[in-house]
């Protein structure tokens, strides 16, 4: 029986246990090796701070998108950061401080695709 899944530190997606790494299961952070060299950094930690700070200034069933976050913290060059902001996003879904929506229903971040909004987590009722 494998262990179970683990989220990515760096995209927020879920990955499994792999033969590979049986090792060092315990020290895996990363699913890949492209997201082991993407690391989030300062502007990953502006976006999830940006996307919270967005969704505290408004009602708690409101949204954002990926893109109106990435506007907020890059101006300049906002339509080059927003997959880093769906990332961002993803992070936040694994701590349980957001949802990621699509078509008004919560999606799994690992395997949504397309457009998505990101509101503040709602409590079970």
């Known amino acids: 029986m494998s262990p179970p899944d683990r ?19 315990e020290e895996v952070r990363y699913c890949s090796k492209g997201c082991r060299r993407h690391r989030p950094g300062p502007l990953d930690r502006a976006l999830e701070a940006e996307i919270l700070a967005l969704l505290g200034q408004r009602s708690r069933r409101a949204v ?8 907020a913290v890059r101006p300049g060059d906002w339509s080059a950061h927003t997959e880093r902001t769906r990332r961002a996003a993803r992070r936040l879904v694994a701590s349980g401080a957001v949802e990621l929506l699509q078509k008004g229903r919560v999606v799994d971040p690992s395997t949504a695709r397309g457009p998505v909004q990101i509101r503040r987590a709602q409590e079970a009722s």
């Open 7 to 25: 989220i990515c530190a760096s995209c927020g997606r879920a990955f499994s246990w792999r033969r590979a790494w049986a090792d060092r299961w």
């Open 64 to 71: 954002v998108t990926p893109e109106e976050v990435a506007r």
